[in-house]
């Protein structure tokens, strides 16, 4: 690598020394021209201070001329000096320009190629003058951490490193080594000394040098296996040897050398001693010539006794290494294990299930009886000893297998379930309706054993069993009496919700089948009585042959009566049930109860209804009576305001008896004393006798009756009385609810086997959320109208229908008026007072007989 020194001397337009050398000389120059044509300029001067003033001679002009001459070289020797010096500065300038570029450049070159780069000057501090290396394992990125080698290079290497530093230090000699970091990385460190100045440089190992350390670290790696090995040949105690190219002996171990009753290794390998006899040799030639290793099982001489052994044979790149296995004892307990299998192989023939054994090859070397049987397989197609493979291949074509979409996918994962060492277990469907568990299972040996189970009737049974046992807890668990099984030991076998529910024990409690002691000590607080329960203890765990039925009534704490009944099973179980029958107790006791209460109520009533006959209708008749008599012209005449008020008093006392005989109706009606006369009655007199009650209210208030009857509607099987009250009060609230010189609307016709009435009205209407409460008692509302009544009509009118087996509906709109639709039957069903139904024609049949 040049220095600074040539690399600047090689560089164009770098001013050198000598021409610097004669700038100066011509500078010195004409200084020297200039100070002596200063000096004579002066001399001239001080020489013509005598002359006479005013007085021009030749040597005055001569001094004249020659100073104008010395002006005009001092002017240009300055001029010529300037521009010296400014060329001097540029120079100066570009050569610090190009200095600075050549530094530059010289640390571009030196930061371009990766490396770390240490410098050393004698009488300074180290400096790390560049650290462009990267992705080199275990390289510090720190400059202080680089410099401490021990840290990050391994012992060997930076000892190494150490050792070479030293070296450059003191007699500068360079050096190149590849030392090896802590972490696995390898460097190339390099070493220069330059006068007082040495360099340490690290580098990426290149291609070659990196190859080279890979072979040299894998010779030291192969020269240690190669020991070990040989090492471990050396303590089998099995016969061991290498054979060249030629075949001659190599290298034994120590057992070859005792088995061939030899003194030592180098004799073994002098003489050539032999374990092999030359039959034996010449089928090992022959195996090895062909590029083939050799395994037989022979009989050798070693140590003057005749063995059978394992002989194996390697061919290695040209040699051969052999092995000699004793297998005596081998042999030994493959004759005792094949007596056993003998025997297991007879023993598996008899069982059900169907066995087959697969060996490492996956080829059939075992199937039982009834695996044959199974699967109706040919006994000699089996002695061929097919792969699991080809025997589901042939399941497959007999149409046995169940049915899948892809049958190579399903037998590949069938297959690499046992052949990865995980236990399969499944169950197969077969076409035939069969049920076939299989498990297969991957023996030490490397091969399979399958066993395949009829499942198909135990499946059957158990779903049986299953079903009859889900019905019985579905069954116990819907019942709401307690049932709990106890058998014959005394511990709950069985229990349905019930149970936990009215013994308030928890499931969890008793899913761990206690004993009958411990639940009559959990609910013994709510039912105290220990003699009853001593009888149920008893008649659970005992022995007896005839066993007894128990039963009873628990009153309990709580306030709940429960039934038990103790009923022995043939099986010597025995069943215990318990049922809640606080609510058929409380019911019979208030059935008793209300009735007397009715009873009393019935008599109350009818005292109540004749005292309202007596005490309130005599006196209204008395009323009305002396009120016709007052009206008579026969008493005298009566002025309009007496009359007026004598109309006021009649109306009043007939809407007051109207009111004392609905309510008494109503009260009738409730009490069940109310008995219908049914008879064939005319449609049109019982509208028109409604009509006629609600005329002059209709008159007052200018309204239309509009009465439409259709010509098929003649007579009507009711109570004519009870029927006119209905369609009064259905009429009278009509009107009163109507606008004035508004229509009221009154149609009849017959529909599917009853008679029907509709009353419509063009009044205020009803409320949508009043319209469900206007059939109750006394509900009365005026609503913007005059009408305001005892809130009676309606709901006696709807009684009225009901007793007569009809139906009556209201519908209206608020401010467009009102609908009622009554629909009593052509044969009416009414009830009775002891509350059975009877047929019209049958009622009006008897009153007519009558």
Request: charged content about 25%; hydrophobic content about 45%.
């Amino acid at each position: 690598m040049p220095t600074n020194s040539q690399t600047w001397n090689a560089m164009p337009g770098t001013p050198t020394p000598g021409r610097r050398s004669t700038t100066k000389l011509q500078l010195a120059l004409l200084l020297f021209a200039a100070m002596g044509c200063v000096a004579a300029l002066l001399a001239i001067f001080v020489g013509g201070r005598d002359v006479e003033p005013g007085v021009l001679n030749a040597r005055q002009l001569a001094t004249g001329g020659l100073v104008a001459g010395a002006i005009f070289i001092a002017g240009l020797l300055t001029w010529h000096m300037a521009g010296v010096a400014r060329k001097e500065a540029r120079r100066a300038k570009a050569e610090s320009q190009q200095l600075r570029r050549n530094l530059a450049a010289a640390e571009a070159i030196i930061r371009a190629e990766p490396q770390v780069l240490i410098f050393w000057e004698q009488g300074q501090a180290v400096r790390i003058v560049s650290h462009t290396l990267t992705g080199i394992l275990g390289l510090p990125d720190q400059h202080a951490e680089i410099l401490r080698f021990g840290q990050w290079l391994e012992p060997e290497s930076a000892d190494a490193l150490k050792n070479s530093l030293d070296k450059l230090f003191a007699n500068g000699r360079t050096f190149n080594v590849i030392v090896k970091t802590q972490a696995g990385g390898r460097v190339e460190a390099e070493g220069r000394a330059a006068g007082g100045r040495a360099v340490l440089r690290f580098k990426d190992v290149s291609t070659y040098k990196a190859e080279i350390a890979r072979i040299d670290e894998q010779h030291a790696a192969l020269a240690r296996d190669i020991r070990s090995s040989r090492a471990l040949l050396e303590t089998l105690p099995m016969p061991v040897w290498l054979r060249d190219s030629a075949g001659r002996l190599v290298w034994v171990n120590s057992a070859y050398v005792k088995a061939v009753e030899s003194e030592s290794e180098l004799d073994v390998l002098e003489r050539q001693i032999e374990l092999l006899e030359t039959r034996q040799r010449r089928h090992i030639a022959k195996a090895v010539a062909a590029g083939e290793s050799y395994k037989a099982r022979v009989h050798l001489i070693a140590g003057g006794q005749r063995k059978p052994h394992e002989i194996v044979i390697l061919p290695v790149d040209g040699m051969t290494a052999g092995a000699a296995v004793d297998v005596t004892d081998i042999e030994t307990a493959q004759g005792e294990l094949d007596r056993q299998v003998a025997a297991y192989d007879r023993t598996l023939d008899r069982v059900e299930t169907a066995v087959a054994l697969f060996d490492r090859d996956r080829r059939l070397v075992f199937h039982n009886a009834a695996f044959s049987n199974l699967w109706s397989l040919d006994p000699e197609w089996l002695a061929a000893r097919p792969t699991d493979s080809e025997i589901l291949d042939r399941l497959r074509e007999i149409g046995v297998l169940p049915p899948v979409v892809s049958h190579r996918d399903w037998k590949a994962q069938v297959l690499a379930s046992s052949r990865a060492g995980t236990p399969l277990e499944d169950t197969w469907h077969l076409t035939d309706d069969r049920i076939v568990k299989v498990i297969a299972e991957q023996r030490a040996d490397g091969g399979v054993t399958y066993l395949f189970a009829d499942e198909t009737d135990r499946i059957a049974l158990e779903g049986r069993y299953n079903a009859l046992i889900d019905v019985q807890s579905e069954t116990l668990d819907s019942l709401k009496e307690a049932v709990a099984v106890f058998g014959t030991d005394g511990r709950l076998k069985l229990f349905n919700r019930a149970f936990c529910d009215i013994w308030q024990i928890p499931p969890r409690k008793l899913g761990e089948l206690p004993h009958i002691g411990e639940i009559i000590a959990a609910v013994q607080t709510l039912f105290p009585d220990a003699g009853t329960w001593l009888r149920i203890g008893r008649a659970v765990t005992a022995f007896q042959d005839e066993r007894e039925t128990l039963s009873g009534q628990m009153d309990r704490t709580d306030n709940l009566v429960v039934d038990y009944a103790l009923m022995p099973l043939p099986d010597g179980a025995t069943l215990l049930t318990f049922a809640d029958v606080t609510g058929a107790k409380l019911a019979e006791r208030a059935l008793v109860e209300r009735n007397e209460a009715l009873v009393a109520a019935d008599r109350l009533k009818t005292n109540f209804i004749g005292h309202i006959s007596y005490e309130l209708r005599t006196p209204l008749t008395t009323i009305i009576g002396f009120s016709d008599m007052l009206s008579s012209p026969a008493l005298g005449e009566l002025n309009a305001k007496q009359r007026e008020y004598l109309a006021d008093i009649m109306f009043s006392s007939k809407t007051l008896l109207a009111i004392i005989d609905d309510i008494l109706d109503l009260t009738t009606i409730e009490a069940g004393g109310l008995e219908l006369k049914l008879a064939p009655a005319g449609v049109r007199a019982i509208i028109d006798a409604a009509i006629l009650g609600i005329r002059e209210r209709a008159i007052r208030s200018r309204l239309t009756i509009d009465i439409a009857v259709a010509d098929d509607v003649t007579e009507i099987m009711v109570d004519e009385a009870r029927m006119r009250q209905v369609l009064y009060n259905l009429l009278s609230n009509a009107v009163g609810f109507s606008k004035v010189n508004g229509t009221v609307h009154l149609a009849c016709w017959r529909d599917n086997g009853t008679i029907n009435f509709r009353i419509d009205d063009e009044g205020i209407g009803i409320p949508k959320d009043q319209i469900g409460r206007v059939f109750q008692r006394f509900e009365s509302r005026s609503r913007g109208s005059e009408h305001r009544g005892a809130g009676l009509g309606l709901s006696i009118a709807k009684s009225l229908v009901e007793l007569h087996g009809g139906t009556i509906e209201i519908t209206s709109e608020e401010g467009r008026g009102t609908r009622v639709i009554v629909r009593i039957p052509e044969q009416p069903v009414v009830k009775a007072r002891d509350g059975t139904k009877n047929n019209a024609n049958r009622l009006a049949g008897g009153a007519r007989a009558a």
